[in-house]
């Protein structure tokens, strides 16, 4: 649905974004992270046509943006970081008004505002100003604003930087909701665990260059080295002492077992754990397990080792973003 | 179709949020207004159709470039302006659409003056035949002026004071206050650079006979003003907004 190929930005001697291709498929959410200044709003500039590249090709539903804007922009949907309506017209106006950009007709426009204004539980607010909205009321908006032309893709810059639980709560759920619908979407977040739960694929870009992609799953696993289960059982930690870790290390060749202040056993191996001799194991001893998970590295873990940029630096720009 | 219902919205939207607000309506009466009266102050024995070229001209010019200029610089300080930018429509026709606000709202400026004066004097023998497009033309180009002035500027009082810049040399230059052929020399060639001078000039003619050039030479400069203008607008729209 959307293809990016050798797409390159210069500014002057500066490169904010080099040589950086990736595909887009049909009713996917695409999650593009990056920390602050490392391209993610030139690439974005560039998808949606409000900045030329200085080299590579894009194309949006088989449309090339460079070529036939216009019509590329007739299925494109766009939410900008910052809300950009209009503070002296009312909720229901600037759906209207963004509309009849798209050329939709008088009755056609007002009920598709008034749907809109419905889904995004604004329908009460859809007579008052644009500047008498909450932040999230008015993300919403903006949001709907977008999908006003009913488009094919979606570009979504951090939907839900800056706003309340609840609010953001609400637009993930909708996030979900339009993928179910068919739509594209191109997401860019600071929120990893967010990209984490609504991304199918996620690309990681830094100083210009995406440094990895693909699924969330195939990113972890990418950084996954080692294979960890924790157990929970009835004993504490003074029970699971010493001597039975050395038993277990033993009993499992290669593999490594700690026990935390949690009072929880913590067994890491090369090699997959196989679980039911360890059960056997316990089992042997008299002690219940509750409890038993392999632990995998979150996307967070994924960004960090991928990108060398410590996860605190997103967070930084993440506050910054909220206190814009 | 669909570029004819993006731009009547765009400029009835800019129309109701901007040019029908209570101050942009008093401005574009009490202006005019307190042009007027100036100048029959100063000259008692003046004569109120002598004076009413060069008061259309300066009510237009000044309602005309600033408005555009600050309007857009507004939208574009709250990024609304963006959402213009990435509507699926051409770059003309957006620009068109906000001139078009502006302009109507130069052409209400140009008739204060007017119907002020129709009160105290017999405007039969004006040609409303030429006032009527004279008038569209100073607002067109001053309008399309005001946007060359919105793409330079960042802020909004940037917008204003590069106005300005360009709206007093031009009162002082287009022979409104002195006649072309007083002025020196040197400055003539600017002055024959200026739109103003050929709309000043057409308003002369058609109100009081005392024109200089041709009509429908000026006519015809003003038109290659406008279409001048507008390219180098668009040009510069695509320049350093879409970079």
């Known amino acids: 649905m959307v293809k990016v190929t050798s797409l390159t930005k210069k500014y002057g001697d500066f490169t904010a974004v080099n040589d950086i291709s990736f595909e887009i498929r049909k009713g996917e959410i695409f999650g593009f992270l990056g920390p602050n200044g490392a391209g993610k709003t030139s690439t974005i500039n560039m998808m949606i046509g409000l900045s030329r590249p200085t080299a590579g090709e894009i194309t949006v539903g088989g449309i090339d943006v460079k070529e036939q804007i216009k019509r590329a922009r007739a299925i494109m949907g766009i939410v900008p970081d910052e809300s950009n309506l209009y503070n002296e017209m009312d909720g229901f106006e600037n759906l209207c008004f963004c509309a009849a950009l798209y050329g939709m007709r008088k009755q056609e426009r007002e009920a598709k505002a008034r749907l809109l204004l419905e889904r995004f539980g604004l329908k009460g607010a859809g007579k008052r100003p644009f500047k008498a909205y909450s932040k999230g009321m008015r993300r919403k908006l903006t949001i709907a604003a977008a999908l006003i032309h009913s488009p094919q893709v979606l570009f979504l810059d951090e939907p839900t930087t800056g706003i309340d639980v609840e609010s953001s709560r609400q637009i993930r759920e909708m996030i979900m909701g339009l993928k179910r619908q068919g739509v594209t979407i191109f997401l860019t977040t600071h929120y990893i665990e967010e990209a984490e739960r609504l991304c199918d694929r996620v690309a990681f870009i830094a100083d210009g260059q995406i440094v990895a992609s693909g699924t969330v799953p195939e990113l972890m696993e990418s950084v996954a080295h080692d294979h960890t289960i924790r157990f929970v059982t009835d004993r504490n930690a003074e029970d699971l002492a010493s001597e039975l870790v050395a038993e277990l290390q033993a009993g499992f060749a290669g593999s490594k077992v700690e026990v935390r202040v949690d009072h929880s056993l913590v067994m890491v191996s090369e090699r997959r754990i196989p679980l039911l001799p360890v059960m056997e194991f316990f089992h042997d001893r008299g002690i219940n397990v509750y409890e038993a998970r392999e632990l995998r590295p979150s996307l967070e873990d994924v960004f960090v080792e991928l990108t060398g940029i410590e996860s605190s630096v997103l967070k930084k720009d993440k506050e910054r973003g909220g206190r814009r | ?243």
């Open chain 2, 1 to 243: 179709m669909k570029s004819w219902i993006a731009f009547w919205n765009i400029l009835k939207k800019d129309v109701k949020n901007y040019y029908l607000k209570p101050p942009n309506i008093s401005w574009g009466i009490i202006f005019p207004l307190s042009w007027t009266l100036m100048q029959l102050i100063r000259s008692p024995g003046g004569s109120i159709l002598t004076l009413l070229p060069g008061l259309i001209s300066m009510s237009v010019l000044f309602g005309t470039t600033s408005m555009l200029a600050v309007t857009i610089t507004f939208e574009r300080s709250g990024r609304s302006f963006e959402r213009l930018m990435l509507a699926p429509i051409s770059l003309s026709i957006m620009v068109l659409a906000k001139i078009a606000g502006t302009v109507l709202f130069g052409i209400f400026n140009a008739f204060v003056p007017v119907i002020f004066a129709a009160f105290f004097i017999d405007l039969r023998a004006v040609s409303w035949a030429v006032v009527i497009p004279a008038v569209l033309l100073i607002a067109l180009t001053s309008a399309l002026l005001g946007l060359l002035i919105a793409v330079s500027a960042e802020q909004v009082f940037e917008a204003q004071t590069f106005s300005n810049f360009f709206r007093f040399p031009m009162l002082f230059l287009c022979g409104l206050f002195i006649p072309l052929s007083d002025l020196p020399v040197f400055l003539r060639p600017i002055s024959y650079c200026l739109p103003l001078t050929y709309g000043t000039d057409l308003l002369n003619g058609a109100i009081t006979g005392a024109n200089v050039l041709p009509p429908l030479l000026s006519f015809g400069l003003l038109l290659l003003f406008a279409a001048a203008l507008f390219l180098i607008s668009r040009h510069n729209i695509n320049r350093k907004w879409i970079m």
